[in-house]
C-alpha cells in the first residue's frame, strides 16, 4: 500500500502533467496578475474573473511557467478558487500560507504556531495538503505559495 507521501507526490506530478485551467481570459472584465519568484525562476500569470454581483471567483486561468512545484501549487489553486465566495478565496489563501509557515515557524522556533492553527481552523485544503511535503524544502516554500502571493494581488487589484 503507497505511503501518504507516495500518495502526495503523484497528485503534484498529476497537476505538473496535466495543468488545470490554462489560458486567458480578456482583461477587463478579469483582473490580470503576475508573479515572479527570482529565487529559482518561476513564473505565473493569473487572469481572474469575479462576478461583483455573486461575489463568487467566476473563472481563473493560468499562463507562465516554472518547476515542478510551482506550476502544481498553481493548478490546485486554480482549482480550489474556482466557483468559490471571494471571502472563501481569502480564507483558502490565508490557510495554504499558514500551512506552509507552521512548519518554518517550528523549524525556527518562534512561537507554537497557535495564531496560524487558527487559520487553518474549519479550512478544507483538500489535495492542496499534498504541498505540505514541501516545507521540508524551505527553499521551495516560495515556489508552493507564489500562486497563492499572485491570487491576493489579482484579488485586490479586482477591488472584490
Ligand atoms: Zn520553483
Sequence with gaps: MPGLE????????DHYRSPRN???????PATKAEGFNPLCGDEVV????????????????????????????TSMMSAAVKGKSVEETRRLIRAFKALMSIHESKLEGD???????????GVRLGD?????????????????????????????????
Design 22 to 28: 490554462r489560458g486567458e481570459l480578456p482583461v477587463p
Design 46 to 73: 493569473l487572469y481572474l474573473d469575479v462576478d461583483p454581483d455573486s461575489g463568487t471567483v467566476r473563472d481563473v486561468k493560468i499562463a507562465g511557467q516554472g518547476c515542478s512545484i510551482s506550476q502544481a501549487s
Design 128 to 160: 492542496l495538503e499534498a504541498l505540505q511535503g514541501v516545507v521540508k524544502f524551505p527553499v521551495r516554500i516560495k515556489c508552493a505559495t507564489l500562486a497563492w502571493n499572485t491570487l491576493q494581488q489579482a484579488l485586490e487589484e479586482s477591488g472584490a
Design 111 to 121: 512561537g507554537d504556531g497557535a495564531d496560524l492553527q487558527a487559520d487553518l481552523e
Design 6 to 13: 507516495d500518495l502526495y507526490r503523484e497528485i503534484i506530478l
